[in-house]
């Protein structure tokens, strides 16, 4: 026992060292802060260009309203002497006798030359024409950049629209006002307290529908797929380099095996320990106490610690069938496929965790940990004897994992040249 | 006769069609330096991994240390792998001290023994240095550390000195000698000859997977040596050519080499008769030659 106790201890510390845990325990939730921050910073920062453009303006009458809301829009990007978008500056091209094609040249030929971004040609009767109304048309060199004409569509419906409602002598402002729509909130099932008295509904937000199942889905995927892949990576390492070899002159097989699966649960909870205690301290910050679920929680790392071990014995298993990196990549296609259809599965629960595929799919232990996971953090949770039924399916078939892995784990680490079929694997097993 | 640290009888080991091991018997007494020699690919590894238990034999018997098996004695056997054998991230120290661990001494035991080996082997500043920065010679030199860092009964070293300069070899050689008078037996597998002349007391030879030569160095030498001569005689190889007690010549130029059916004596008289005998030399034929002969069948020689 204490071998298997030194063996883990050499692997968890190993693992938590390894580059891929330390990129999923530290890097990526600075990453994905990271990435909000920037987005939000190049939403407002980078786009600080003064932007000139020309209206070829038909109706007569648009004109003068654009360019206020131009002012307004600059006005409005500028903060405390600070551009946080662009800059736009229109002009009404005139006419002066010439033809709407020879302008269009001319202003084309302009924006080659920079000295414009882009040009608009609104149509004589795009007000006056309320179905099917004739296109603004937008001409520019950069065709690909939205600002400006997601900006130009807003604020010349706005004004095309408020001309229509005058035309037809409506107040605009009532119409707004009638039309405020009635939002629906979805709440849990109302419940009557033993005194009698009927107990307030619980208001179900998007945070406990959505956020909280997501959490822990991705949570076991990540665990499982940090220490699967590393587990893989070092047993190959192990045997290129003969290292099972002097292991094995040392400890049995089992006890090798046992050693790296008691290491990578270890490590696997530490990493669920990390991520849980960031959500507990969002829970605490916020306030948001009624997303506070020990039961899942521990429901949690019940499917957890069977996920790492299966996954961690499959994992282990192929590793040691193979002898390089090339090798693991044709044996590593069945159980990436596990875990694909644990993945595609969640989809489906999501959508419906009450279906009978989802509902069939959950009690099969290589999904389980995920999808029955999923069902429990999703209110209003399947009854207790399905979750009960597949953490025991899940918990009888990591057993039969384990054991049937430390069969071609005894076989595989000590084999050398071509790496076994898959039907070879098992006779393996049975051998 | 000592009590044996290895014996083996009749042990038989087959990977599919390839019979690795064929009803290979062998006797390692306590206290002794066992060298294996053979061919690549003729058993000897198959062979060393049934002796510590990660192979089992299809049939036969093996016992280790008095035990019948070596799972039993595991702790008191010392191994260290063909090459490498090292997690090449770890420090040295950390991997000294990961296998010791593994073989259930304690850690001061380790610790202290660690401090003594590294600077014994001239590594005492590379302790806490990561495996992949050492040079092969250093790392060959951690790797055999490995393997006696738990004071083993018995060692059993995959070659040892394969890929080491000569002053490395001569540091490890020091070191296993080192081993042998603090009473360890000593089994190692080698292609270099010179090294298993040199150490061993009994050699082993397996060829294809049968046991060819065992024995002492002199057992071994005697049983090859009246049947080759060395000559030097007027007229050259071309002389002796169809010679009637004369199996094949091996023409060095300036002398020739010639395996003799008869007896050496009646063939001198014969000789002289014939021509100016300027050398005539019976050889105690080499680790090398002996080796050669059996695992290359004679090639036609004119």
Not at chain 1, 109 to 115: A, C, Q, V
Not at chain 1, 353 to 366: C, I, K
Not at chain 2, 23 to 50: A, C, H, Q, W
Not at chain 2, 122 to 149: C, Y
Request: with cysteine; hydrophobic share 45%; aromatic share 8%.
């Amino acid at each position: 026992m204490t071998r298997v106790l030194t063996i883990a201890r050499s692997e968890f510390l190993t693992l938590i060292r390894s580059k891929a845990f330390i990129l999923s325990i530290v890097l990526m939730p600075i990453m994905m802060v990271a990435l909000f921050f920037f987005m939000d910073y190049a939403e407002s920062h980078i786009d600080v260009e003064t932007r000139r453009f020309a209206v070829i303006d038909h109706t007569g009458e648009l004109y003068p309203a654009l360019e206020a809301e131009t002012d307004a829009h600059n006005r409005d990007t500028l903060e405390d002497g600070t551009r946080t978008g662009p800059e736009f500056i229109a002009t009404l091209v005139e006419m002066a006798g010439r033809s709407t094609d020879d302008v269009k040249v001319d202003l084309s030929d302009r924006i080659r030359r920079k000295e414009l971004f882009a040009f608009i040609e609104i149509p004589a009767d795009v007000i006056t024409t309320a179905e099917d109304p004739p296109a603004i048309a937008y001409y520019a060199e950069a065709t690909s950049y939205e600002a400006l004409p997601s900006w130009l569509r807003a604020t010349l419906n706005d004004e095309i629209t408020k001309r229509r409602f005058d035309a037809a002598g409506i107040d605009q402002a009532l119409i707004i006002r009638l039309n405020v729509r009635a939002d629906i909130t979805t709440f849990g099932l109302v419940e009557r307290a033993q005194d009698g008295s009927v107990a307030e509904a619980k208001e179900v937000d998007k945070l406990a529908r959505f956020v909280l199942p997501v959490f822990f889905l991705i949570l076991m995927f990540m665990a499982v797929m940090t220490v699967a892949t590393q587990l893989l990576n070092a047993i190959i390492e192990e045997k290129m380099s003969k290292i099972s070899e002097v292991l094995l002159g040392s400890v049995t097989p089992f006890q090798l095996l046992m050693g790296k699966l008691v290491g990578i649960v270890t490590v696997s909870l530490l990493l669920a320990a990390v991520y849980i205690s960031g959500g507990l301290y969002a829970i605490f910050s916020s306030g948001r106490w009624d997303l506070l679920n020990l039961v899942l929680i521990a429901w949690f790392l019940v499917f957890l610690v069977c996920a790492a071990l299966m996954y961690g014995s499959i994992f282990l298993a192929l590793g040691s069938a193979c002898n390089d990196i090339k090798d693991a990549q044709s044996l590593m296609q069945p159980a990436m496929l596990l875990i694909v259809l644990a993945y595609l599965g969640s989809i489906v629960v999501i959508q419906n965790p009450d279906s009978g595929v989802a509902v069939g799919a959950s009690f099969f232990p290589t999904m389980s940990p995920f999808l029955m996971m999923l069902r429990l953090a999703m209110p209003p949770g399947p009854p207790m004897w399905q979750a009960v039924l597949s953490v025991v399916v899940l918990i009888a078939s990591t057993a039969l994992t384990v054991w049937a892995g430390s069969r071609i784990f005894r076989v595989g680490v000590l084999m050398q040249g071509k790496a076994p079929t898959l039907p070879e694997l098992l006779k393996w097993i049975r051998a | 006769m000592p009590p044996s640290a290895i014996s083996l009888r009749n042990v038989s080991k087959r990977f599919g069609d390839h019979q690795a091991v064929d009803d290979v018997s062998l006797t390692v007494p306590e206290g002794s330096i066992y060298g294996f020699i053979g061919p690549n690919g003729s058993g000897k590894t198959t062979t060393i991994r049934m002796i510590i238990n990660i192979l089992v034999p299809d049939s036969g018997e093996i016992s280790v240390l008095g035990r019948p098996r070596a799972s039993d004695v595991r702790d008191d056997i010392g191994y260290l792998p063909e090459e490498r054998g090292l997690y090449k991230s770890m420090t040295v120290h950390r991997v000294l001290r990961y296998y010791g661990q593994l073989k259930g001494k304690a850690l001061a035991d380790i610790d202290a023994s660690i401090d003594d080996w590294l600077t014994r082997l001239d590594l005492g500043s590379w302790a806490d240095k990561k495996v992949e920065t050492l040079s092969k010679g250093m790392a060959q030199k951690v790797q055999f550390i490995a393997s006696v860092i738990s004071r083993p009964k018995l060692l059993i070293l995959d070659e040892p000195f394969s890929g080491l300069d000569p002053v490395n070899t001569e540091t490890l050689r020091d070191a296993v000698l080192e081993m042998r008078r603090r009473g360890t037996t000593i089994v190692f597998s080698t292609h270099d000859m010179n090294a298993a002349e040199r150490m061993c007391e009994r050699i082993f030879m397996i060829f294809k997977g049968r046991k060819v030569l065992d024995g002492t160095l002199d057992d071994i030498q005697k049983e090859y040596a009246h049947d080759t001569a060395r000559i030097r005689v007027s007229g050259g190889a071309a002389a002796l050519t169809g010679m009637a007690s004369v199996e094949s010549i091996n023409d060095h130029g300036n002398f020739q080499e010639v395996r003799l059916s008869g007896d050496p004596q009646l063939f001198l008289q014969q000789l002289v008769q014939k021509t100016t005998v300027q050398q005539f030399e019976i050889t105690k034929p080499s680790l090398h030659d002996i080796f050669v002969r059996i695992a290359r069948p004679a090639p036609e020689e004119s």
